[in-house]
């Protein structure tokens, strides 16, 4: 018999279907999976996400041996465990009594580990695989953008509409008329919408979790986030339960609800997947298809299928799109120049009185989710108006999110939230005042700060807050058509008017911030 291949298989590439299991035979082959303390403490994780990937790792090894492949697992802070992935697997190789005839791998999704991938091919003999779980590859993202002036979103989707054929008739238009049926989903949620929330599966933890739950207990008490209750899936048919059941029960209101917060409800009406799709667990193509039948068989309207399909097929796939064709320097941008500290309160929720951020905060460290507005409209709206620098947001987010990968956390934060990317990915930046959080939440009625109020000490902060920010940057953005309202707006205040907003501001960064060092740019 030939030497065996070696067959690596990184922590978010827990699918069966990975493109490796083509390239390898269960009978001559051999399968790696080192969980290594560089990857666990590269930003520090919150403890839920890091039981998470242990757990559904550790699962993933055992569904592989019972299929019949020869897999070897080294488990974190074992003496095989060398740091990082490169002196683990080397240390593996030579320890190996039999030589392989090539290793196997298949890209990572980040480009800090795809730099680690391709320092192997100078030493060993390695191939690197395309990963096959995207419906568009990178350079059909690239060829795309050649030559465009402006990425939209919108046009991206409508062509990966057409590329799958999902929600396309005969004739080749969309199914219902229209591409996008955002405008249908905006609607608003509060105590009084007589609504019943359905409750979500719940799954109990395994004997492999019980034993990861005790790892990371041990060894990362000081990371941010409660472990319990841990009630996820962490393999491939549990998730799949997961999303069929949020199919059945959810996917419904999810279109018309999709932007509305509601205290006490981290989840409304979302799918609660990212996590699973992200490590491989689910398939995109797979969810999209059955959001679809879910339409042909009538059983929800156009707005909710169409809108979830857009976020898997548009906005998933063109953030991995922006990353790749962005990076390594994507990762540097601050375009607005923004220098301040993340506020402490971001870690603490019991250290803030704005009751939004208080409870988006709680939430987080609770299930290590939160979903996409109060990322985007809460904590990204608070931290762009602070102006926090946007490395600070970016090891944030990437930290607290169970779902959290560069690859897709880097874009959404960085040109999403903050417009740290000069506008490469959104048209304006998403500063809102406190009269968008209490449209859509109920948020504002528990708050210490009156929304109502514009300045001084009871204000809402985020009313004086974007006016500041308008204005201390108006050199980058007066320029932007879709903010000339605003900046129409700030030419009529008065000088007292911005004397108060300015005082305002002040007083509220010397209270968040104390003594550390604060960049109020002029
Ligand atoms: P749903 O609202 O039910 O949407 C369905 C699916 O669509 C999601 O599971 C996700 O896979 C996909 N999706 C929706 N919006 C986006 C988007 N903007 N970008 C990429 N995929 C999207 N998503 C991550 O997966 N990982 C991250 O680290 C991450 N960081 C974010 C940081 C910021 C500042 C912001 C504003 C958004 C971020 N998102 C991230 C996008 C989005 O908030 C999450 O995908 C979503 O909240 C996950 O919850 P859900 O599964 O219930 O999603
Ligand atoms: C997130 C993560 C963590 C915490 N630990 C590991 C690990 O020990 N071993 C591993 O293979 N993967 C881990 N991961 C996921 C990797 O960081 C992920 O594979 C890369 O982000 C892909 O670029
Ligand atoms: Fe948030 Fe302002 Fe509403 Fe308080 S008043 S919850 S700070 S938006």
Known sequence: MADPKLALILGDQLSHKLS???????????????EVTDEAEYVKHHKKKLVFIFSAMRQFAEELKEKGYKVHYIKLFTEESKTSFTDTLENFINSHKQQFSKILTVEASEYRVLKIQESWLEKYKVEILKDSRFITTKEEFTAWADGKKSLLMENFYREVRKKTDILIDIKGKPIGGKWNYDHDNRETLNTKTKIEIPERLDFPKSKITEEVVEMIEKHFPGNFGDIEPFNWAIDSKSARAAFNHFIEHFLPNFGKYQDAMLEGEAFIYHSVISHYLNIGLLDPRELCLKAESEYMAGKVAINAAEGFIRQIIGWREYVRGIYWLFMPEYLESNSLEAHNALPEFYWDPEATEMNCIKQVVKQTKENAYSHHIQRLMVTGNLALLLGVEPKQVHEWYLSVYADAYEWVEL???????????????????????????????????????????KTGEAACPFNYLYWDFIDRNKDELSGNMRLRFSYKNLENFSEEKINEIKDSTEKFFKRIYKNSKIVVKK
């Open 20 to 34: 490796i299991f083509d390239h390898i035979s269960k009978e001559n082959d051999e399968i790696l999976m080192m």
């Open 411 to 453: 874009p959404n934060t960085l040109g999403m939230a903050l417009y740290a990317d000069g506008g490469k990915l959104a048209t304006k930046p998403y500063a809102a005042s406190g009269a968008y959080i209490n449209k859509m939440s109920n948020y504002c009625k528990n708050c210490s700060y009156k929304v109502t109020e």
